[in-house]
């Protein structure tokens, strides 16, 4: 049964940075986009960033030039670094592992970023 496991969320002053991290387990995995999701209060669940296991990355907007989405294949591992954080960014952050035809999601890690 696979599993999602974040760490790395918190609080944090404007234009500081946080690195999340997402371990995943009960492989194998085979060809698979794993990718972060936010969901702020009375919005929808939006894409942040994701990466193919081939190790192609895809931002959405919002994260491009801030936020940089990296694996670690060894360990099954995917992060997001997040740089220059706004306001804007708090969220409920929620790892996504996409392995044809299945989603699984991780319980979501909190990010607040305030001053």
């Known amino acids: 049964q696979v599993q999602l496991v974040e760490s790395g969320g918190g609080l944090v002053q404007p234009g500081g940075s946080l690195r999340l991290s997402c371990a995943a387990s009960?492989?194998?995995?085979?060809?698979?986009?794993m990718g972060w999701y936010r969901q702020a209060p009375g919005n929808e669940r939006e894409l942040v960033a994701s990466?193919?296991?081939?190790?192609?990355?895809y931002y959405a907007d919002s994260a491009k030039g801030r936020f940089t989405i990296s694996r670690e294949y060894a360990k099954n591992t995917v992060y997001l670094q997040m740089n220059s954080l706004k306001s804007e960014d708090t969220a409920v952050y929620y790892c996504?592992?996409?392995?044809?035809?299945?989603?699984?999601w991780g319980q979501g890690t909190q990010v607040t970023v305030s001053s």
């Open positions: 009960g492989g194998p995995f085979r060809l698979n986009v």
């Open positions: 990466i193919t296991s081939g190790g192609s990355p």
């Open positions: 996504n592992l996409y392995m044809f035809p299945n989603h699984y």
